[in-house]
């Protein structure tokens, strides 16, 4: 009797898509982001990782990045074999790079952050989130914020 062994998928699979520079552009990112790890098996702590970084990225890309007539770009690369997904989203505004978020230095310092403010918090949620993150330059304007993340499941 003939058994079917299991096949994983292509050891190496991406993903790339131009999005509107609209809300609508950013949430479609995150939806887009789901259904491909889903279709790669990626590993699930990874995948939920993956959406909230890919949220983050794609929303700063529309509120920062945005350029009149210009999309955005979201690209993912994962490689099976190492555990390890790229994220990438590239936007048309070079001049206005990501900041790293400033480490809190406590109470009484005068560099601590209102934990009620309503906005600024992207990066520190993708700090938290992802092995590394980067911003490169995308000439001739632009630029491509990565974010690496990998999962220890896959390794095993």
Same mark, same amino acid.
């Given at each position: 009797?003939?058994?079917?062994?299991?096949?994983?998928?292509?050891?190496?699979?991406? @993903?790339?898509?131009? &999005?509107?520079?609209? *809300?609508?552009?950013? $949430? #479609?990112?995150?939806?887009? /982001?789901? %259904?491909?790890?889903?279709?790669?098996?990626?590993?699930?702590?990874?995948?939920?990782?993956?959406?909230?970084?890919?949220?983050?990225?794609?929303?700063?890309?529309?509120?920062?990045?945005?350029?009149?007539?210009?999309? @955005?770009?979201?690209? &993912?690369?994962?490689? *099976?074999?190492?555990? $390890? #997904?790229?994220?990438?989203? /590239?936007? %048309?505004?070079?001049?206005?790079?990501?900041?790293?978020?400033?480490?809190?230095?406590?109470?009484?310092?005068?560099?601590?952050?209102?934990?009620?403010?309503?906005?600024?918090?992207?990066?520190?949620?993708?700090?938290?989130?992802?092995?590394?993150?980067?911003?490169?330059?995308?000439?001739?304007?632009?630029?491509?914020?990565?974010?690496?993340?990998?999962?220890?499941?896959?390794?095993?």
């Amino acid at each position: 009797m003939k058994r079917a062994t299991p096949q994983a998928g292509p050891a190496l699979a991406a @993903f790339t898509q131009l &999005l509107s520079s609209t *809300r609508r552009g950013a $949430r #479609l990112a995150r939806l887009l /982001t789901v %259904a491909e790890l889903l279709s790669w098996e990626v590993p699930q702590d990874l995948a939920e990782r993956a959406e909230l970084v890919v949220a983050e990225l794609a929303a700063n890309a529309v509120l920062h990045g945005h350029v009149p007539g210009r999309c @955005f770009r979201l690209a &993912l690369t994962y490689d *099976r074999a190492a555990g $390890r #997904l790229l994220v990438e989203v /590239t936007d %048309a505004r070079g001049e206005s790079k990501p900041r790293p978020p400033a480490p809190d230095a406590g109470p009484g310092s005068g560099t601590e952050t209102d934990p009620l403010r309503t906005g600024g918090h992207g990066l520190a949620l993708v700090t938290a989130l992802a092995d590394h993150w980067d911003c490169v330059p995308r000439p001739p304007g632009g630029k491509t914020v990565r974010a690496v993340l990998t999962s220890p499941a896959a390794g095993a």
